[in-house]
């Protein structure tokens, strides 16, 4: 199997999502609305850095044959500029959604259950179609990652149902989370020729075939949910083009200070 440019950026695309969600839901450390939760969200945090991790090993290898540039984890996750990274947007959006008054508000449980729940949905199909990948390496991952997917989709789910079939206030809350979130997931689903070139070679699935089946999880989890869907919206975010929200920057400024003020430094 040849290395193309198109196949290191495909990995580092999902390394950057792993990354990103892993930053943001481990903001929850020490502040989840129950130590359970708490606990809960720094393994799921560790499952996705733990992903990223093999990925960026995995992308460094790749690098390497194509460019004969040497680079580590570290270098991708903590030496790159906001643009570099191609993580979807949905994965970079601070816990707090359309209820927030102000840039400063309080953490909303229900944006983050409702963000996992759409994440971790899309990732159970992918890295499903993953095991079979051309890439041997790449299909290993996948067959690990596929393990903590399926966990993830769970516990999203059945506090998703939770909070929609609950109080009135966890269902608003819940269903604010939904029509806020759902926008960006056309993003998942929007061609590139990035996929194009690895669904041609075999590496992976063009992610637009995985739409329907990914749409009639979410729909099944959400009716049971008393959760009603949106109008769809046209636009589509740009983040796997490394095109942030405003919210990147700050978040990449806390996740790579302490790389950036020790550089070369091993712990």
């Known amino acids: 199997m040849n290395t193309t440019p198109e196949h290191l950026s495909y990995v580092l695309r999902l390394a950057d999502t792993a990354l990103i969600l892993g930053q943001r839901n481990a903001e929850w450390c020490g502040h989840g609305p129950v130590l359970e939760e708490d606990i809960a969200l720094a393994n799921m945090s560790l499952d996705l850095i733990g992903q990223a991790r093999l990925l960026y090993t995995h992308a460094a290898s790749l690098e390497q044959t194509l460019t004969g540039r ?11 500029s906001e643009r570099e990274f191609a993580n979807y947007t949905l994965v970079e959006l ?8 102000t840039a400063r508000a309080d953490r909303d449980y229900a944006v983050t259950i409702v963000r996992n729940f759409l994440h971790s949905t899309l990732m159970e199909h992918l890295w499903s179609a993953l095991t079979a990948s051309a890439d041997t390496q790449l ?21 998703l149902i939770r909070f929609g079939d609950g109080t009135d206030e966890s269902h608003r809350r819940a269903q604010a989370a939904l029509d806020y979130l759902m926008p960006y997931t056309r993003e998942f689903f929007s061609a590139d020729a990035i996929e194009a070139s690895i669904a041609s070679a075999g590496i992976g699935p063009k992610t637009s075939d995985l739409e329907t089946a990914w749409f009639d999880d979410v729909r ?34 806390e996740l790579q200070s ?6 070369g430094a091993t712990w």
Do not use: N
């Open 70 to 80: 040497s680079r580590t984890e570290d270098d991708y996750a903590c030496f790159r």
């Open 94 to 101: 601070p816990h707090y959604g359309p209820l927030a008054g």
């Open 139 to 159: 299909a290993a991952i996948a067959a690990k990652s596929l393990k903590e997917a399926c966990y993830h989709v769970h516990h999203a789910r059945e506090w």
């Open 220 to 253: 099944a989890a959400l009716d049971e949910a008393t959760l009603t869907l949106a109008e769809p919206v046209q636009h589509v975010s740009t983040g796997k083009h490394g095109e942030h929200s405003e919210h990147m920057g700050f978040l990449l400024a």
């Open 258 to 263: 302490v790389a950036r003020q020790h550089p």
